[in-house]
């Protein structure tokens, strides 16, 4: 269920996470959807990530999350965030948190084990997508008397600049899941993704968002005000000048897949997000040229590779300054 990753030196890094069902089964109705993203806000809440949006589709999930590594946990926050996975807990998990609370008022040997196991499952994307698929796969076996492994063995993750364009880019792309499947024609309609949530008045959702948009906000806007316009932002991304409107842009994604089959074809970004784009889920380090050029050391060193990677510019649309590591020559679309 782990896989390797860049980290950010320091004590913010921002990743895109996916991962599918074995054999990519379609498993997920509403009702496994909406337990799986209640999953994804309680988790996160215990690992002290942040959560800035997701999708949750019928045989995967996005997530794109800020991870803060090095954090200060007081004893206190530590049993909080403990007892949030288990809002419901039975006997024997009450008497657990009862002695581990006592325990680590107590100190000593004995409590500060108890920190490290705690902390060490705090502030580290590998260990929060490995709690969520974990905790959902016991849930839905359970649920469905079903055995065996329910994910397939890794999750794709991509290291994101945490902020701007790269940062905005990415959730519109990750929220338009569900137009890309032919769900909907409004993301704001598929209830199981955080742009929706958001619109629907969501808190958390929406602190998210306005997390994505802060640096186009700046700092005047707070409150009410930071949510209105990141929503504003955000639609405009997703629809470009159709953004009061529902429903498709002009162009339809078996256009906008034509367009981009022709020599140095070029859409406007509205109309390529509707289309599946490999950078977002293949291209390792997502970001500026000059994010992405500072870690080509970290990304050789970690693959063995002798020979330092390009960093590659994007391709088929007006992309600002967006580049990656893997350049993906062939089927970056689909």
Not at 244 to 268: F, H, I, Y
Request: aromatic share 10%; proline share 2%; with cysteine.
């Amino acid at each position: 269920m782990r896989t390797r990753r860049t980290k950010v030196s320091g004590s913010r890094a921002v990743y895109h996470c996916m991962t599918r069902t074995v054999n990519g089964e379609r498993l997920f109705q509403d009702r496994e959807k909406e337990i799986l993203r209640k999953m994804l806000w309680q988790v996160a809440e215990f690992s002290g990530v942040e959560i800035l949006t997701y999708c949750i589709m019928s045989n995967h999930f996005h997530v794109l999350v800020r991870v803060f590594d090095g954090q200060e946990v007081s004893d206190r926050e530590l049993m909080r965030r403990y007892q949030i996975l288990y809002p419901k807990p039975t006997k024997y998990q009450e008497a657990s948190a009862v002695q581990m609370a006592k325990t680590l008022e107590a100190g000593g040997e004995d409590a500060e084990i108890i920190r490290r196991k705690l902390r060490a499952r705090m502030g580290d994307v590998s260990e929060f997508m490995k709690a969520v698929k974990q905790r959902f796969s016991v849930w839905y076996n359970r649920s469905h008397q079903r055995y065996g492994t329910l994910w397939a063995e890794r999750f794709k993750s991509v290291l994101v600049e945490g902020k701007g364009n790269p940062l905005q880019t990415m959730a519109a792309y990750i929220d338009l899941n569900s137009v890309r499947a032919g769900i909907v024609e409004d993301p704001k309609d598929y209830r199981f993704c955080g742009y929706a949530e958001a619109v629907a008045g969501d808190q958390k959702a929406q602190e998210g968002l306005v997390r994505v948009w802060r640096d186009y906000l700046g700092q005047r806007q707070s409150g009410e005000a930071a949510v209105s316009g990141a929503l504003k932002s955000h639609r405009l991304l997703i629809f470009g000048k159709r953004a009061a409107e529902s429903g498709l842009p002009e162009m339809t994604r078996q256009q906008a897949l034509k367009v981009l089959e022709q020599e140095d074809g070029c859409l406007s970004k509205h109309a390529i997000l509707r289309c599946r784009v490999r950078y977002f889920t293949d291209g390792a380090i997502f970001g500026s040229k000059e994010f992405v050029r500072g870690f080509v050391g970290a990304w050789q060193m970690e693959k063995g590779r002798k020979h330092p990677p390009k960093v590659n510019a994007l391709r088929g649309a007006d992309w600002g300054d967006l580049s990656v590591i893997n350049g993906l020559k062939r089927q970056v679309f689909g």
